[in-house]
């Protein structure tokens, strides 16, 4: 086998960012690299669903009334273990738990960092092979080290966010994480188990054509997120079009794909559920943080996504994500719903 020597791995890549900042103590890389390890593992799991006796309900319900799958045990319960036996985390917060996990052990009580998670998005496409993903947000903690964490370390807007990041369990399984410095993707190398840089500093193209949306949903939005829908549908040559709709029901591969080709995500509140589906802090905070560092745009409709003060560790919020000039548009569009 022929190594290219010039392809980075996750670990040579973040020390390499280590190198920059003399005083940096390797912590976020160290965390960074226990997530890839989870995923790893996560990934030779769900590469197996079809096979073994891992697929189906597991007969409970998670804390949002939802069905829970075995996978998103398995994947929480992966990333709880490597994050707590590992040095840079103080404990987690999971979509999949009703409470924060505090490691209040020696080591932990000195770590700088929290982590909070969605272990398995789109878990119920597991069973039709469609892509899902893990998606992550780290922020640094607010309570003083060498105590244990607090719930006040988990309730930071997302702006506080150091990296966020997700994982694609896709085509292929890849790993793309943002700090403020930049957005970089790592394609897992089957040959290796080594996550290697594929896509350098990511950027969100300012415009695209894709709009995904969940149109069964369509007379349960606003007049303005409606007005929006019909424009889209209405582009032709003349004004940017024709516009393409994508929509997986897996937001970790339509924020993907947007985030690559250009394009918007949209999950709108409805008239049953007014805040939507998305949870602010699993799953919006770590999208809006890495679409704007690559240079796109991410609100509820009204604020920015990353503004937003959290109440409580499992909110929910409308998003809408993705390229700048077409965020444009849609907020002109809103404007009508204030
Ligand atoms: P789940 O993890 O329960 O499968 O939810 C997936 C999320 C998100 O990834 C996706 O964009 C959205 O829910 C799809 O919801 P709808 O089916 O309501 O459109």
Redesign the pocket.
């Known amino acids: 086998m022929s190594i290219n020597r010039q392809v980075l791995t996750l670990d040579e890549f973040t020390l390499q960012q280590l190198r920059n900042f003399p005083s940096a103590t390797g912590e976020l890389s160290r965390l960074l690299r226990d997530i890839g390890l989870a995923s790893k593992r996560v990934n030779v799991e769900v590469n197996k669903a079809g096979l073994v006796d891992i697929l189906g309900d597991h007969g409970t319900t998670n804390i949002q009334g939802?069905e829970v799958k075995k996978m998103d045990i398995y994947a929480n319960n992966q990333l709880i273990g490597v994050l707590k036996h590992g040095i840079s985390c103080a404990g987690i917060g999971s979509e999949e738990m009703d409470e924060i996990e505090i490691f209040d052990d020696e080591i932990s009580n000195q770590s700088k960092y929290v982590c909070l998670f969605?272990p398995?998005?789109?878990?119920?496409?597991i069973d039709v092979n469609v892509s899902i993903g893990t998606i992550f947000g780290i922020y640094k903690r607010v309570s003083p080290l060498g105590s244990p964490c607090t719930i006040e370390d988990f309730l930071q807007p997302g702006n506080r966010q150091v990296a966020a990041g997700y994982v694609i369990y896709g085509s292929s399984t890849m790993l793309v994480y943002a700090t403020k410095r930049g957005v970089n993707g790592f394609t897992l190398d089957p040959q290796i188990g080594e996550f290697t840089l594929s896509h350098p500093d990511i950027k969100c193209p300012p415009t695209g054509r894709i709009y995904s949306v969940?149109h069964?949903?369509f007379f349960q939005y606003s007049e303005g997120v409606r007005n929006y829908i019909n424009i889209c549908q209405k582009k032709d040559k003349s004004n940017g079009g024709p516009y393409t709709q994508r929509?997986?029901?897996?937001?970790?591969a339509?924020v993907h794909r947007n985030l690559i080709k250009g394009g918007i995500f949209t999950?709108p509140g409805t008239i049953d559920k007014p805040k939507g589906?998305?949870r602010l802090l699993y799953?919006c905070n770590p999208f809006a943080f890495i679409v704007e560092v690559a240079g796109g745009k991410a609100t509820n409709g009204k604020d920015r996504i990353l503004d937003i003060q959290p109440t409580e560790l499992h909110q929910r919020t409308p998003f809408f994500v993705g390229s700048v000039d077409m965020m444009a548009e849609l907020e002109t569009c809103l404007e009508i719903d204030k």
């Open positions: 939802e969605d398995l998005d789109g878990s119920s496409n969940n069964g949903n929509y997986i029901g897996s937001m970790v339509d999950y589906k998305l799953e």
